[in-house]
């Protein structure tokens, strides 16, 4: 079969890696890639929110099944786009319709959605320009810190947490009043801070049934011992230690079952990835955030564990038949480890040689932020490569990362030094 991969990211990458793998595939394009993405498929120079440019492909190409990595063409609604194009004879769209979608898409779609199922997550209001000063009474009735959450797609960014009320007060008026992050704090959610440690964890789902995918953990803050300002993602680690036989049943009764009930009652057609952002509070879990795609950098961590052939059940899943599905899991531990380009999250250069990557044989290194360029792998993001290595304890996968890193060199390049240590 023939396989259309959407993005250019590290998510992207894993997911070519693990794709390219299976003995079903045929073809596996991806669109529009990045340097490592080459070496699994065929990159294609694509706008991934360019539905009629992506039908013409899926034609051309004799397109079996489309893979989206990102969240934006999910909640743009390219499953509906072309879930309706019956010229196609059905083509298989890997994710949820764009009302689905909005369990990334809206903030405050996700925390009514929860409110309704009796899912566990922080108490919130959601307020807008003409209620900017029922949110500002909201915040007086808190204790620090601030929660305030742009309600729609944000780049990663929409999520603010301030110490002082002062600091909240500013940071409300300047989204609602002067649209900080755009149309996306048109609205903006004010939660309770909850406290405790945060994972990732991942179904992979047809709208009834679901397969369990290994849970991570990842690291936000741009600086080690998670200081400085949040990134899009540091590392991964899997498994997470804290999430127990108990705690992965609490899971699945409290949260993962109420989220599809819901998704089923409410009548959103829902075929793919659910992320759920959660936080374990004392030995509960309670959801921070909904993703309808998978996490980066979690899915480079989580790919290289999982051990069946990943292709036949992304097209059950699509095709609604995970009913008989099932998945094994590599029990080793895996580490996932960012390099990125100085200056990150905030300005950095682009365009700078990578040497070193030939000489890397204990670990899998994952393209994020490169491009090809005159026959040199160059920079092209801020988050450039992710070295993830599995191994038989944390401790040696942690090693082989950062071996594997110490022979990869670029201008400028950055690296926390502490990931996975607070888990070891």
């Known amino acids: 079969m023939n396989v259309l991969l959407l993005g250019s990211g590290g998510r992207e990458h894993a997911l070519a890696w693990k794709i390219a793998q299976s003995p079903l595939l045929n073809r596996l394009y991806i669109a529009p890639g990045n340097a490592g993405t080459g070496s699994a498929g065929t990159n294609l120079d694509l706008d991934i929110l360019n539905f009629e440019q992506i039908r013409k492909i899926v034609i051309e190409k004799q397109i079996d099944l489309i893979v989206p990595g990102p969240e934006e063409p999910l909640v743009k609604g390219i499953y509906d786009f072309f879930s309706k194009d019956r010229a196609l004879g059905g083509i298989s769209v890997l994710g949820p319709s764009g009302q689905g979608a909005m369990l990334e898409g809206s903030k405050d779609f996700a925390k009514a959605f929860m409110s309704r199922h009796g899912i566990p ?21 808190l204790k620090p810190p601030f929660v305030l959450k742009a309600d729609g797609l944000a780049a990663g960014k929409g999520v603010v947490i301030e110490n002082s009320l002062q600091a909240a007060e500013a940071c409300l008026t300047d989204m609602l009043l002067n649209e900080k992050f755009g149309q996306a704090s048109r609205k903006v959610v004010i939660e309770e801070f909850l406290s405790g440690i945060e994972l990732s964890v991942f179904v992979l789902t047809d709208g009834n049934d679901y397969v369990l995918l290994p849970e991570a953990k990842d690291y936000k803050r741009v600086g080690e011992g998670d200081t400085g300002l ?30 599809l009930d819901g998704l089923r009652n409410e009548k959103l057609d829902y075929r793919g990835f659910i ?15 909904y993703n309808v795609r998978m996490g980066d950098p ?39 480890v960012m390099l990125v380009s100085g200056g990150y999250p905030e300005k950095y250069a ?10 890397i044989q204990d670990s899998l290194v994952l393209h994020a932020g490169t491009k090809a360029d ?8 801020g988050r450039v490569l992710a070295v993830t290595s599995l191994k038989n304890s944390l401790e040696e996968a942690r090693a082989a990362s950062y071996n594997s890193i110490s022979k990869i060199d670029f201008e400028n390049k950055y690296f926390r030094k502490d990931i996975g240590l607070d888990v070891m």
Do not use: H
């Not at 682009?350 to 000489?359: N, T």
């Open 275 to 289: 992320f759920f952002g959660l936080i374990n509070c004392d030995g509960n879990p309670k959801v921070i955030e």
């Open 298 to 336: 979690e899915t480079e961590v989580v790919m290289p564990r999982i051990k069946s052939d990943i292709l036949p059940l992304l097209l059950a899943a699509a095709k609604g038949e995970l009913k008989q599905a099932r998945i094994e899991i590599d029990e080793r531990p895996a580490i996932t």
């Open 230 to 259: 949040n990134t899009g993602g540091m590392g991964a680690v899997s498994p997470v230690p804290f999430a127990t036989k108990l705690f992965m049943e609490k899971i699945k009764a409290q949260i993962i079952a109420p989220t």
């Open 121 to 141: 997550t922080a108490k919130y209001q959601s307020f807008e320009k003409t209620t900017v000063n029922d949110g500002l009474n909201f915040l007086r009735s």
């Open 374 to 381: 005159s026959g040199k792998i160059v920079t092209n993001g």
């Open 350 to 359: 682009k365009g700078k040689q990578i040497a070193g990557l030939d000489r």
